[in-house]
Nanobody, 122 residues
């Protein structure tokens, strides 16, 4: 499956932003999906993941309560709704997918999008 992330941009602290990740080339409902991010000079960080059906979701500690992951299998798209954004949320956000079970480690995902840049100004 191929992934295409979009929706990044420059926002102010406290704003909201929605990222999208469109999948093609496979039955999207056969894949768990996740978002990771990497800020300059930092390691890649788990943000959120969602099960194949969308019934289960997981979040990293730094975004829990502010971000919401969802998916629309009919549209082969996974979303990340980001709220109450902070400057420390600035990063390149990557979507990922895998046919296996849901995990929080990047190494568990075989398919990656190209990344979309989110910049939050203070």
């Amino acid at each position: 499956v191929q992934l295409q992330a979009s929706g990044g941009g420059l926002v102010q602290a406290g704003d909201s932003l929605r990222l999208s990740c469109a999948a093609s080339g496979g039955a999207f409902s056969d894949y768990v999906a996740a978002w990771f991010r990497r800020a300059p000079g930092k390691e890649r960080e788990f943000v959120s993941a969602i099960s194949k059906s969308g019934s289960s979701t997981f979040y990293g500690d730094s975004v829990r309560g502010r971000f919401t992951i969802s998916r629309d299998n009919a549209k082969s798209t996974v979303y990340l709704q980001m709220g109450s954004l902070k400057p420390e949320d600035s990063a390149v956000y990557y979507c990922a997918a895998d046919a296996s079970i849901i995990r929080r480690t990047a190494e568990s995902y075989d398919h990656w999008g190209q990344g979309t840049l989110v910049t939050v100004s203070s």
